[in-house]
């Protein structure tokens, strides 16, 4: 968020430094969440929410661009799978308009079994190679970087130290419910725990979705695909837990089976050479906030801030 701002707000001619305690390359488990998103975009807002589904829209236009025009930001055109089984009556997301090719999926096209199945033309995005992107464009326009050892604890101490700045943008995903002078204590956070595997596998993402849990699948494009996952609101553990990876490795194993090359074997077996092409165990932790994602402008002391 805090990047793409930036970047934004530079090509329309304003001078701006971010500062961070963490930059592209670092992976800090607790307080930077972006390396370790899948990522893919399924449009999340709800069907009475105009304001963030015109949001999504422009964002997926923007990701569909860039994925021609700047290859090596890390952002591919997929095909989308989402399943549901035991999640109510079919419901339409909002974006079957806005999405190339968006259809729901006969029986015998779906990955699993289940009660519905839709598929439409998405982007994914290699996350850490995308961060590096972004500040390299952004670098590259004369955007500034500043890198802070320690957490900022109060907004006020950025304008004690920049008394030159017009403007802060509060761009501090999870930190927002701490950080002194703008504290928001609806934000929360949304425990994710995934796997990076080395698989055959791209062009396609997958969803299953039901009561039990989510499994998905997100190819990088690199040779390495991401699964997961958990979806755990307000937990903060930081340690992988066991039983999630033998749950993401048997679950998405099940949606995709073109994760082990070598088709010939029993399941056991094939989810023992899928354990064994783990490259990393991640958990990250997704910004949610009560009353959805806040984008309003704060004076704060007489000056103002953008939230
Ligand atoms: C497992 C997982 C899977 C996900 N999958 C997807 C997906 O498929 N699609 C999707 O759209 N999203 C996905 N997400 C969500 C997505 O990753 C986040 O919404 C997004 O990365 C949040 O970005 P951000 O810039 O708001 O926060 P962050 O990436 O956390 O950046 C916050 C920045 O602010 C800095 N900062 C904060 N507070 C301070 C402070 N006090 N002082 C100094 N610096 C500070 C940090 O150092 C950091 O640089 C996923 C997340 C997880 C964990």
């Known amino acids: 968020m805090g990047l793409t701002t ?17 930059f592209p390359g670092d992976m800090s488990t607790t307080q930077y969440t972006s390396p370790w998103a899948g990522a893919n975009w399924c449009g999340g807002a709800s069907s009475d929410c105009a304001d963030q589904q015109a949001a999504e829209a422009v964002t997926l236009a923007k990701l569909f661009r860039l994925s021609v025009e700047a290859p090596e930001a890390g952002v591919k055109v997929v095909d989308c799978i989402e399943c549901a089984t035991n999640m109510g009556p079919l419901k339409l997301p909002w974006f079957t308009l806005k999405t190339p090719q968006f259809r729901l999926l006969k029986s015998k096209e779906r990955p699993v079994p289940c009660d519905y199945a839709y598929s439409y033309k998405s982007v994914c995005i290699n996350t850490p190679l995308y961060l590096q992107w972004l500040r390299q464009r952004y670098e590259a326009t004369g955007g500034r970087c500043l890198r802070v050892s320690q957490p900022i604890s109060h907004i006020a101490d950025l304008w004690t130290a920049h008394p030159e700045t017009k403007v802060i943008v509060n ?41 039990e849990g989510v499994s998905y699948v997100i190819p990088r494009g690199d040779g390495t695909v991401v699964i997961g996952g958990t979806y755990q609101q307000f937990s903060e553990k930081a340690e992988p837990d066991e039983d999630t990876i033998e749950h993401i490795l048997t679950g998405c194993l099940r949606l995709a089976p073109g994760l082990v090359a070598d088709q010939d074997q029993s399941f056991d077996s094939r989810r023992e050479l899928l354990r064994q092409a783990i490259l990393r165990v991640n958990v990250g932790f997704r910004p949610a906030r009560i009353g959805g994602a806040r984008v309003e402008v704060e004076e704060v002391g007489g000056t103002i801030s953008l939230g």
């Open 171 to 211: 761009c501090s995903g999870l930190s927002a419910r701490d950080l002194g002078g703008v504290r928001d204590p609806g934000v929360y956070p949304i425990r994710g725990q995934t796997l990076l595997v080395r698989a055959p596998l791209s062009g396609q993402t997958l969803t299953a979705i039901s009561p």
């Open 6 to 22: 930036a970047l934004l707000l530079q090509e329309e001619g304003h001078q701006v430094t971010v500062v961070a305690q963490h």
